[in-house]
């Protein structure tokens, strides 16, 4: 009932939001012209400062005689728009009630309608984000699209050079630029191995602790203190691993005679692997709380040690489950950004040492991206070539990872 | 209780439990009747709530002992606490003295590994790991180092499962997944898991509640002829089950364990007034 009536005020409502402008506007310039003829400025810019002294954001003084009889004009306008506006409001309201009303016979099926109008608002929102998302996608292509101009597929996918500076204007000196991506997937590659090599562990063996050993009262008090890890910004990690770790690493580099750049991967790969651990070690502990207690007690009550029971039943039961979860946290220490911005640097080095600066597919699309820049230079182009294979590679270890993790939910069932 | 008392008194083979009761802690097998396991003055606590009363019962060897009773009396807790299971239940406290053999299980330096392998459990619910049916049946004999050579292995696991009744079965995928056996074959599977380490006492808790006539009376086959080797106690619901395959009964009520004696004696013959109710089904 109450939608009835409150569905055709709010078409009112969204009608007058966009005719108004329409409606007063040529009214008021209408005005205007006549009492003043052809004045300097534009009109889009008189309007505008008649708008601005109605709404007594501009003082009114300054302005001219004519100005000032629009601004009148354009007051007593509203005025009677918004009273127009009020009246069609109320009459919508009314109208919607009495069709309501008359439609509310016994038979009617109000609950249905009402079911209906539900659907189509719960089917509009998801449509509003799957749009989104299309249209992000579409955008990544066709921009990569045009950067494929530039540079064949081949050399960007397989190139070992990446030096993304072009002439900007003919007669400047400089490279043609190199758009070799393998350098910028390798430095991502080798910084989400360091960082795994960190969450996994930890975070395997955090997530069995939790599950299998911890008290209630211990595990009600750890596990949100390693959710909170995920809760932390990724500026933050960023600045604790550039200034922070990496010193160290240079310090304990130094002192054992290696040489540590002061961005490296490692300060990267270490602080990211921090970050990731909550994912791995969350999500684990659920998988391995799904293993049914009986099969616990079926391996203990064979005599063996809770230990053995952990290695031979429990983890193998839930290792696929396991696997999602690192999955997905891998997609995760790919996409990361910032931290690497700010700890790993920005040269694109190919390179296996983890004390050495590399940078990583998201590091130098911010890095081509910040600033001023020329939309269809390969240079800018190029982010989105990044971007449109980033997005791949992410989507399809998302959609392994949860394809595991599906496969392994129906297995108890 | 003083019910029991007067009732195992004029009960010969109750002497121990007399005694038990009445004077200092003895235990005395009698001629002929060889005690494999023995509790005395069992009380068990979950929390704050007391799910067993002051149990004592002599589990005589190479014979099938039923344990029959309403739900909830603490069957399965007694059940638990003679393979020291009840020990990874969280909030739970036991009371007295639990012998095997005539040695303290819950004394301090007994390994609850292999005190648990000595004394094997198979669940009302089939529980097979999610692995192989071979490494199902070879996990126990894997974990307590019984053979290292894969023939070994094998060759248990062959034996085990044909002791179960199982091996014609399923010996074309011994490497399939244990969990794509039917309800009755994962039950039998359980057994083959448990004997594979061969234990000297079987516990059985309701091993056939999930199972069709057919299959139980496979395993009830089976348990006449383990019970050559092995000491099994089985907890059951069906009054027939445990009149067919068992020779000695106890009755649980309410966590006191209301009578025991041989099965004739109970089934035939019982001498409180809640066994005999419950028996002829007089109970709610
Ligand atoms: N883990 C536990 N925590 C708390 N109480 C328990 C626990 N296990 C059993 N109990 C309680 O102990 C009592 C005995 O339970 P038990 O499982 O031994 O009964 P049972 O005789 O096996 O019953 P059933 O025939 O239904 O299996 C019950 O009242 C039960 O609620
Ligand atoms: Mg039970």
Known sequence: ?413 | MSSVMTAETTEASEKVINQVQDGPIVVRPEKGVDIKMSAEGVSVFYGDKQALDDISIDIHSKQITALIGPSGCGKSTFLRCLNRMNDVVGGCRINGRITMDGEDIYAPRVDVASLRGQVGMVFQKPNPFPKSIFDNVAYGPRIHGYAQHRDEIEEIVVRSLSKASLFEEVKDRLHDPATGLSGGQQQRLCIARAIAVNPEVLLMDEPCSALDPIATARIEDLMWELKEKFTIIIVTHSMQQASRVSQRTGFFHMGVLAEVGTTEQIFQNPVDNRTRDYITGRFG
Not at chain 1, 356 to 376: C, K, N, P, R
């Open chain 1, 1 to 413: 009932m109450v939608l009835w009536c409150a569905m055709p005020m709010i078409m009112v409502v969204l009608c007058w939001l966009v005719v108004e402008p329409w409606f007063v506007r040529p009214i008021v310039m209408q005005t205007l012209g006549s009492v003043a003829g052809q004045q300097a400025g534009a009109p889009a810019f008189q309007y505008l400062e008649i708008r601005n002294i109605a709404a007594g954001v501009l003082p009114g003084t300054s302005a001219s005689d004519a100005v000032m009889h629009a601004v009148e004009q354009y007051k007593s306008l509203l005025r009677t728009a918004s009273m127009a506006f009020s009246v069609m409001f109320l009459m919508a309201g009314v109208l919607g009630f009495y069709r309501g009303y008359k439609k509310l016979t016994v038979d009617f099926p109000a609950r249905e309608q009402v079911e209906k109008f539900v659907r189509f608002f719960l089917l509009a929102s998801s449509m509003v984000a799957i749009l989104t998302t299309l249209s992000i996608v579409l955008a990544l292509v066709v921009e990569a699209l045009r950067f494929f101009k530039h540079v064949p597929l081949l050399d960007f996918l397989l190139g070992l050079k990446w030096s993304p500076q072009v002439a900007i204007r003919a007669d400047q000196v400089g490279s043609s630029g190199a758009f070799g991506a393998i350098p910028l997937f390798a430095g991502t590659l080798l910084i989400a191995f360091i960082a795994m090599l960190v969450a996994v562990p930890i975070g395997l063996f955090s997530a069995i602790y939790l599950a299998e050993y911890a008290r209630p009262s211990v595990r009600s008090v750890t596990k949100p203190m390693l959710e909170i890890l995920a809760g932390i910004p990724t500026v933050v990690y960023g600045f604790f691993a550039a200034l922070t770790v990496a010193p160290l690493i240079v310090k304990v580099g130094g002192t054992i005679g290696l040489n540590a750049s002061s961005e490296s991967a490692l300060a990267a790969g270490l602080v990211m692997g921090v970050m990731i651990i909550p994912f791995i070690s969350s999500l684990s502990d659920d998988v391995i709380n799904a293993v049914p207690t009986s099969l616990r007690f079926g391996s203990l009550a064979m005599g063996a040690t809770r230990s053995e029971t952990i290695r031979k039943v429990i983890l193998p039961a839930s290792l696929p489950g396991i696997m999602g979860a690192i999955l997905l946290a891998v997609s995760r220490a790919i996409g990361e950004t910032m931290i690497v911005v700010m700890a790993a640097g920005l040269a694109a080095n190919l390179t296996a040492n983890p004390l050495e600066s590399v940078t990583t597919v998201t590091a130098q699309i911010v890095t081509i991206l910040v600033g001023d820049q020329e939309f269809d230079s390969p240079k800018t182009l190029a982010a989105f070539a990044l971007g449109l294979t980033l997005f791949c590679v992410t989507l399809a270890l998302n959609f392994l990872a949860l394809k595991i993790v599906r496969r392994y939910e129906e297995r108890y069932d």
